[in-house]
């Protein structure tokens, strides 16, 4: 009996510190996609595509009226 209290107080030690590295790493790891520049191959920022003015919101292709 007195074993089975010790595994069970070791298991659950064990799954509290592997939960707090858990929470720890995903706090400062930045999760995201990377984008690379299809020309240079270098990896591309988001104030670069910011930069380059306003853009039009998707339409169907049936609903759009101009020929582009």
Do not use: H, Q, W
Not at 44 to 60: F, I, L, N, Q, W
């Amino acid at each position: 009996m007195t074993g089975e209290i010790i595994y069970a107080t070791i298991f659950m030690a064990c799954f509290v510190l592997l939960a707090g590295v858990v929470m720890y790493l995903s706090k400062t790891i930045d999760a995201g996609e990377a984008r690379f520049d299809s020309e240079t191959g270098r990896l591309k920022k988001d104030e670069e595509d910011a930069a380059k003015g306003p853009v039009r919101p998707a339409t169907r292709m049936d609903e759009r009226t101009d020929n582009e």
